[in-house]
């Protein structure tokens, strides 16, 4: 007496194994299964252990049936019931519940039997339909072997490896695999249309990590055994044949329970399109909890063949039972009734033999999936021809369809229509009653076959997979080293592939891999390359200076490839540098490379900027006292000039101050101090460098040689000074310049003798201004116009009219107005007595010295050197005097500064 044994539970509880097992320790034995890629597989399992000779394959498109076969492996479909087994297994049992296949799942679970040992594996939503049922089963749970949980929404390119992708459509499907393919490398395909031959190839490219993500429909759900760590859902609705539908949550825990295998834990997310799972399914999905099976689909398999209309009839007879429901939309039965309203064959069709003739043709699976039109007029065709049970399709005629499908040429969609075709005739030759010397068609169909799969799965590794990652991705895993070679341009081939190239110290992947995730082209080339790196290090560490330039964005250039840029140090004369790339290296030649090119921008600063180095660190600052330490501190601060228009009256530099400035490469005039090296084109662009570094924003450098101008609105004081000009109204004139034009026009004072006088038009040529623009520049030095041309509107006399006038004492001459020039002045001015200075009485008469100790320079600043040329006060008790306004350091420099009293 047979046993019936339900064994049900999640996916990864080795239900299919179990059955296997039991099966191979019969005599005989027979097990049906959902898809034919796992008929396919486990037929191969079985083969391995029991030989070919005994096991049989039989599928709708093959049959591989020997005499001595004792084992079958069948897709539920296409189950030789009739054959006699000791064992017998039904495996997906849940799938009776599906609109399309269900009912023959159903009949399979209520009629077929082994004689000794039957089994039904599925999901454990079956068992109380299975009790409803009265079939006397004995139910068996089993618990997944691992844990299944939720990783929570992911992004498609931050999936982690061992990964399949589960969209719901070729087109999701391609759209996925093509990201992959640039962000990861590339992504294995496996889908249900595709042939065995093609999903195998497919699958081996995922198994032996070529690549290490899998794109695949919902059937990775149904059996496929894959090392999966993680499920991600592109989507939760699929169309079923007839609608677009939401998932049940069973539905997804089939497909989620696929990720991990054995005992090592699986995940499941959301990605893509997917929206964000809600907590009641992702706690019936980690518990494996679903609501219960409550009805199945049936159709009554005790059919009447005497016409095609008792056909229609048993067909169409109701259950009896509400748990077996009937389906009237199968495609089968859909078509049987357009044939029975074809006038060509007429629902007059009588006679067993003939009625069971349309019947096979009836059920021609939907392999193009063309729609019930579509395969309606297929079937239709076919039954024209083969309506008469003793009719054959003819050589010529299956040689035609054959010749229109065999080219294995096309992109990967007419390769999948030819294939689909392919198997509709495959299905027919397997078909004795249909086609004239079925064997040799179907050895045809097959060949026919094996070129499509191979070409669709060279097409679809070719999109699809980056041979350039598999390649080096294969070399990685090797333990010999990689081959690798490097031309004298600096181009990079890894394994013969080329992978980018070198610039400076750093990989460039080629522009076509640009889509790559980067770790195998990136390791590939950097591990062969390592030697090649510390070479290049090495060399750069025993270069002389002239191997070595700075870009205007603060590169440091080496045989014209960036190596190394500068970064933020304590001041704008002390930059940090840092390498470009070159990490792969050891860390003893980074930083032996490092120090060198350090040491290089010290001297190119030195060299370039002699005074600034030699007020900085050098022994020129210890000469500098007061007022003039101050004045070149300030120097220090701004980069070429400073601006004296503004100061204080009383802040005059004495004539041996002057001097002492001279000395250290600053002078001072009616305007301005100014560093005279700093000026040249050479050190203003370094300047423009290094001030654009310190202060995290560009510092515009200004015009090579312009001795002016124009203004806009992007040049601050503080920019113009570092490049050593001055504002001059809407111009910039270059500090040299603009002394030389003060002395210019004090000359014309002098000349003039009175306090109203005229500036010949040549003098715009000082400072290389237009004509029209020179009244502006003029203003600029305390002038105002006293008459101008009715014409041209042009002053033509000029006067004295602010501080600051050019032809006064000049900064650091420290002498006094005479009584009798102040006369002059006021006679000349028209009587009115000057209006005394701040800080200072009329007649120019200085401001006392404030005789309190000046304060010492913050000891951490790099001008703090300076202290020791501060004098040594004597006590003494101060005299009341009116308080002083004290200039301010300028922000911002990185200089401490306190300024000397």
């Not at 591989?64 to 076969?69: C, L, S, V």
Request: some cysteine; glycine content about 10%; charged content about 30%.
């Amino acid at each position: 007496m047979t046993t019936l044994k339900a064994v049900l539970g999640p996916t990864n509880t080795g239900k299919t194994h179990y059955a296997l097992e039991r099966m191979m320790g019969h005599a005989t034995g027979m097990i049906g299964l959902p898809l034919r890629l796992l008929a396919r597989e486990v037929y191969d399992r079985v083969v391995a252990a029991k030989g070919a000779a005994a096991c049989a394959l039989i599928t709708g498109e093959e049959r591989i049936w020997p005499k001595t076969a004792r084992y079958f492996i069948c897709t539920v479909e296409s189950m030789p019931v009739h054959q006699r087994v000791d064992f017998l297994a039904i495996d997906e049992i849940q799938l009776a519940e599906d609109r399309d296949r269900g009912h023959i799942f159903t009949d399979r679970i209520l009629h077929a039997r082994g004689m000794s040992e039957t089994l039904l594996l599925g999901s454990d939503t079956m068992g109380p339909i299975l009790r409803r049922l009265d079939l006397s089963v004995d139910t068996q749970r089993r618990e997944r072997f691992s844990e299944l949980k939720h990783a929570g929404p992911i992004k498609i390119t931050k999936l982690p490896k061992r990964t399949a992708i589960v969209a719901f459509n070729a087109e999701q499907v391609y759209a996925i695999a093509e990201l992959l393919r640039r962000q990861k490398g590339g992504a294995a395909v496996v889908m249900g249309a595709l042939s065995p031959r093609t999903r195998n190839a497919q699958v081996e490219l995922y198994q032996n990590g070529d690549v290490d993500y899998l794109v695949a429909t919902d059937a990775i759900g149904m059996g496929l055994n894959l090392d999966v760590d993680m499920i991600a859902f592109a989507g939760r609705s699929k169309f079923d044949g007839r609608r677009h539908r939401a998932l049940t949550a069973a539905e997804c825990g089939q497909i989620a329970g696929r990720a991990g295998r054995f005992r090592s834990d699986g995940w499941f997310c959301s990605s893509g399109e997917c929206p964000p799972f809600d907590e009641e399914m992702v706690q019936a999905v980690e518990s494996h909890r679903f609501d219960p099976v409550d009805e199945l689909q049936w159709r009554n398999s005790d059919l009447d063949f005497r016409s095609i209309k008792t056909l229609i009839s048993s067909l169409s007879r109701p259950s009896g039972r509400p748990e077996l429901r009937q389906n009237p939309e199968a495609l089968d039965e859909w078509v049987l009734r357009r044939m029975a309203e074809d006038a060509a064959i007429g629902p007059d069709v009588c006679g067993e033999r003939q009625v069971r003739r349309l019947w096979d043709l009836a059920r021609l699976p939907d392999f193009r999936k063309a729609g019930p039109e579509g395969h309606g007029r297929l079937v239709i065709g076919l039954a024209e021809t083969l309506a008469d049970p003793d009719a054959r399709l003819g050589e010529l005629a299956m040689e035609k369809r054959l010749e229109a499908l065999a080219s294995p040429r096309g992109d990967i969609a007419s390769l999948q229509q030819r294939l689909a075709a392919i198997r509709t005739w495959t299905y027919a030759a397997h078909r004795e009653d249909w086609l004239e010397n079925a064997a040799v068609w179907r050895e045809k169909t097959r060949q026919v076959e094996d070129r499509l799969s191979d070409a669709l799965h060279e097409a679809l590794t070719a999109r699809f997979v980056d041979k350039r990652t598999t390649a080096l991705l294969a070399g990685l895993r090797k333990e010999d080293a990689l081959v690798s070679e490097m031309d004298t341009g600096g181009e990079i081939k890894v394994e013969g592939h080329i992978v980018g190239r070198l610039r400076g110290l750093s990989f460039e992947p080629v522009s076509t891999a640009g889509g790559l995730e980067g770790k195998a082209v990136r390791g590939a080339a950097i591990q062969a390359l390592k030697p090649i790196l510390i070479q290049r290090l090495n060399a750069i560490t025993t270069s002389d200076d002239l191997a070595f330039q700075l870009s205007d964005a603060g590169a440091i250039l080496y045989g014209g490839e960036p190596i190394a840029r500068l970064a933020k140090g304590a001041d704008w004369l002390s930059p940090r540098v840092e390498l470009i790339g070159g990490a792969e290296a050891d860390d003893a030649s980074r930083i032996a490379a490092g120090s060198r090119l350090q040491a290089w921008i010290e001297a190119e600063i030195a060299r370039k900027l002699p005074t600034h180095h030699g007020l900085k660190v050098g022994e020129a600052a210890k000469s500098l006292e007061g007022l003039a330490r101050g004045l070149a501190f300030r120097i220090m601060e701004t980069g070429a000039a400073v601006d004296l228009r503004q100061d204080e009256p009383g802040h005059r530099i004495e004539a041996d101050q002057r001097e002492a400035l001279r000395a250290v490469g600053i002078r001072t005039g009616r305007v301005s101090a100014h560093a005279p090296d700093a000026q040249k084109p050479a050190p203003q662009r370094l300047i423009s460098v290094l001030r654009t570094v310190f202060d995290d924003g560009i510092c515009l450098a200004a015009p090579e040689g312009a001795g002016s101008f124009p203004l806009d609105e992007d040049w601050s004081d503080a920019t113009l000074a570092a490049n050593g000009y001055l504002r001059f109204g809407r111009r910039a004139v270059r500090a040299d310049l603009a002394e030389r034009l003060a002395w210019e026009v004090a000359k014309r004072r002098k000349e003039a003798g009175k306090n109203l006088f005229a500036l010949p038009a040549e003098l715009a040529s000082v400072v290389s201004c237009p004509g029209d623009e020179f009244p502006d520049v003029a203003k600029g030095l305390g002038l105002v116009p006293a008459e101008k041309d009715p014409e041209t509107g042009l002053p033509t006399l000029w006067r004295y009219g602010g501080r600051g006038r050019p032809d006064g004492p000049q900064q650091g001459r420290g002498k006094r107005a005479r009584p009798e020039q102040g006369q002059a002045a006021r006679a000349q001015g028209g009587g009115k007595r000057p209006r005394p200075e701040r800080g200072g009485k009329s007649g120019g008469k200085p401001p006392r010295r404030d005789h309190r100790p000046a304060k010492r320079p913050d000891p951490d600043s790099p001008f703090a050197a300076l202290a020791v040329l501060l004098p040594e006060e004597k006590p003494r008790k101060p005299k009341r005097k009116p308080k002083k306004k004290r200039s301010k350091p300028q922000q911002g420099s990185g200089f401490t500064y306190t300024p000397f009293q």
